[in-house]
């Protein structure tokens, strides 16, 4: 098993920032690809951006491309998402997840990933 546990959510003006942070726990981490999807409600639940077990190779969501940044430390077992130039449509709730690494179909859909964390919220005002 492996628990997945975000946090950074908040409240930010149009054009700031935030770090989202997701701990993983349970399993080597670098066994897992990780990624990040966001879910406006009444919506579906979208990719963000992905990173495969070691770090080397990012892929990220058309919307987020240039603005957002993905990366993981597997010494400290984090993995995060800066995300810059924030814009209201940003505004969802954003979830980390995990696939085991030989896992190679859907990797930017939800059903390609195993583990899912609780979620943190990220509202951008106008």
């Known amino acids: 098993q492996v628990q997945l546990v975000e946090s950074g959510g908040g409240l930010v003006q149009a054009g700031g920032s935030l770090r989202l942070a997701c701990a993983v726990s349970?399993?080597?981490?670098?066994?897992?690809?990780m990624g990040w999807f966001r879910q406006a409600p009444g919506k579906e639940r979208d990719f963000v951006a992905s990173?495969?077990?070691?770090?080397?190779?990012?892929t990220y969501g058309d919307s987020v491309k240039g603005r957002f940044t993905i990366s993981r430390d597997n010494a400290k077992n984090i993995v995060t998402l800066q995300m810059n130039s924030l814009k209201p449509e940003d505004t969802a709730v954003y979830f980390c997840?995990?696939?085991?690494?030989?896992?190679?179909?859907?990797?930017?859909?939800?059903?390609?990933?195993?583990?899912w964390g609780q979620g943190t919220q990220v509202t951008v005002s106008s």
């Open positions: 997840a995990a696939r085991p690494v030989g896992w190679r179909l859907f990797t930017t859909s939800a059903r390609g990933y195993q583990y």
């Open positions: 349970g399993r080597t981490s670098s066994s897992y690809a």
């Open positions: 990173i495969d077990g070691s770090g080397g190779s990012t």
